[in-house]
T-cell receptor
Framework: KAGVTQTPRYLIKTRGQQVTLSCSPI?????VSWYQQTPGQGLQFLFE???????NKGNFPGRFSGRQFSNSRSEMNVSTLELGDSALYLC??????????????FGPGTRLTVT | AQSVSQHNHHVILSEAASLELGCNYS??????LFWYVQYPGQHLQLLLK??????LVKGIKGFEAEFIKSKFSFNLRKPSVQWSDTAEYFC????????????FGKGTMLLVSP
């Protein structure tokens, strides 16, 4: 089974621009979660999508948004980029229901650098 | 809201030494506990998990962890580390809310010298 894939792997953007990151979950997984990883704050939860609906949201400003498509693929968008948005953005997928809902598998991440 | 604390930010060991990484969480209800590992240049991988049952769980690569409910702890252990265990280790928790949301500790960077 193919793992979680994320595109692009690396991205350099300028302050004020917007960016869209993409995630393809493991086949059969219906839940996709996004996390931000930085040296200072560690791994922080952004949001979770299940069956095209946002199921849970972390404590991030409204500039961070996401969506999920009917094939469970997900995108996250960051508008009006700030220097502090530089981070590794990780996507994780899980079945989304039952006990196995809690078992998440991570992709390689997208390294975003904002200059 | 739940939180996770990992006691050591950096640990340096020699090969064959025993390892114990501490993890404590704060949440009064039922939790699911995880250890993830991130090898240099690689993505986060699930090392082991605890949902219920036997509090001593075994994971991949000889790692094990013990859930002690009274201490809100889920410490990771390995009797004899190898150079290839050099990585960052993250403890994480979810609560039985129906969501998959993981709350992570800050991580422990383990360096094993040959």
């Amino acid at each position: 089974k193919a793992g979680v894939t994320q595109t692009p792997r690396y991205l350099i953007k300028t302050r004020g621009q917007q960016v869209t990151l993409s995630c393809s979950p493991i086949s059969g997984h219906r839940s996709v979660s996004w996390y931000q990883q930085t040296p200072g704050q560690g791994l922080q939860f952004l949001f979770e999508y299940f069956s095209e609906t946002q199921r849970n949201k972390g404590n991030f400003p409204g500039r961070f948004s996401g969506r999920q498509f009917s094939n469970s693929r997900s995108e996250m968008n960051v508008s009006t980029l700030e220097l502090g948005d530089s981070a590794l953005y990780l996507c994780a997928s899980s079945l989304g229901f039952g006990t196995n809902s809690y078992e998440q598998y991570f992709g390689p991440g997208t390294r975003l650098t904002v200059t | 809201a739940q939180s996770v604390s990992q006691h050591n930010h950096h640990v340096i060991l020699s090969e064959a030494a025993s390892l114990e990484l501490g993890c404590n969480y704060s949440y009064g209800g039922t939790v699911n506990l995880f250890w993830y590992v991130q090898y240099p240049g690689q993505h986060l991988q699930l090392l082991l998990k605890y949902f219920s049952g036997d509090p001593l769980v075994k994971g991949i690569k000889g790692f094990e962890a013990e859930f002690i409910k009274s201490k809100f702890s889920f410490n990771l252990r390995k009797p004899s580390v190898q150079w290839s265990d050099t990585a960052e280790y993250f403890c994480a928790v979810t609560v039985n809310s129906g969501y998959s949301t993981l709350t992570f500790g800050k991580g422990t960077m383990l360096l094993v010298s040959p």
